[in-house]
């Protein structure tokens, strides 16, 4: 069986200082009961793109809204299921914050956090999720002023 889910790492702060970038991170409880930190992500819905399924699920799972400037990268990974063997592939983006206040709402989720960029590597639970995070900081460092609506023209860098 095939499944397939977008979403994201949602940040804030682009256009300023580097030191102050945050990005929403969910947190769910495992079987063990630990608490593992993760990116926003679900299944993409009948008619949807993988970029809309990105920012409605960020939405749903952290309460804010946000925009999709770029592609991250997938990750494809195996699971079982109820006897069932599924081979998972999840579309990720980085997107910008555009409003909204946290939320941890969603019955999937149990908290939800605005964690610095810096810190991502340390709190992110999974390998390939931290490896996204390294592409993400590139990415950031080359973004284009003109992608951020509220930079303050050609002055406005990320570095």
């Known amino acids: 069986m095939r499944e397939t889910s977008a979403g994201g790492l949602v940040v804030d702060g682009l256009g300023g200082p580097t030191d102050q970038l945050c990005a929403a991170l969910i947190g769910r409880t495992d079987r063990r009961g630990r608490l593992l930190w993760s990116l926003p992500k679900g299944h993409i819905e009948k008619g949807e793109t993988a970029e809309e399924t990105a920012m409605r699920e960020v939405h749903e799972e952290t309460g804010v809204r946000s925009t999709v ?17 599924v081979h998972k ?6 997107l910008r914050y555009l409003g909204g206040e946290l939320s941890d709402a969603d019955v999937e989720v149990t908290e939800v956090a605005w964690v610095p960029l810096r810190e991502l590597r340390t709190r992110l639970a999974y390998a390939d999720e931290r490896k996204l995070a390294a592409i993400a900081d590139r990415l950031i460092a080359d973004l284009d002023p003109a992608w951020l609506p509220d930079a303050d023209g050609p002055g406005a860098h990320l570095a």
């Open 69 to 85: 400037l770029t592609e991250l990268g997938s990750i494809d990974y195996w699971f079982v299921t109820e006897g069932r063997r």
């Open 89 to 94: 592939t999840v579309h990720h983006y980085l």
